[in-house]
């Protein structure tokens, strides 16, 4: 089952979810505000996706009013202890497909691409 992991009050999640509706694909999702990711979850993530850089979202608000002292983890429990205390620090949505793979973001063309839609 494809699971999206987002904020249930965000825009962009909410237009995933649509999508996902649209092209009647079944999927989950799962607000990580209100149900936390486990921090192997989320590590996980980061390998996937090339690092804690492509899983955080650095133009966000929360993260421009962290201290500097903790802008700069220096280890994957400094992450996740950092993404556990601000989850909207996480890009979204994430999606997870049923092979495993992990995407961060939503635009059309790229679920598209990503589901093998050529519509």
């Known amino acids: 089952m494809t699971t999206v992991y987002g904020l249930d009050n965000c825009d962009t999640c909410k237009k995933a979810r ?3 509706k ?4 079944a999927h989950e999702f799962t607000d990580y505000r209100a149900n936390r ?11 996937q996706l090339g690092g804690w ?6 133009a966000s608000t929360t993260w421009r009013q962290l201290p500097e ?3 700069s983890p220096a ?3 400094e992450w996740t202890l950092l993404l556990k205390e601000h989850p909207a620090l996480i890009k979204r949505p994430v999606l997870v497909t049923d092979d495993g793979t992990v995407s ?3 635009t059309d063309n790229g679920w598209k691409l990503r589901f093998g839609i050529k519509k």
Not at 37 to 47: F, G
Not at 53 to 58: E, G, R
């Open 37 to 47: 990711v486990p921090p192997e979850t989320l590590k996980a993530w980061a390998a």
């Open 18 to 20: 649509n999508w996902l």
């Open 104 to 106: 961060v973001g939503f």
């Open 69 to 71: 002292a903790r802008k």
């Open 75 to 77: 280890s994957d429990p």
């Open 22 to 25: 649209r092209f009647e694909l």
């Open 53 to 58: 850089d492509k899983l955080i979202n650095k």
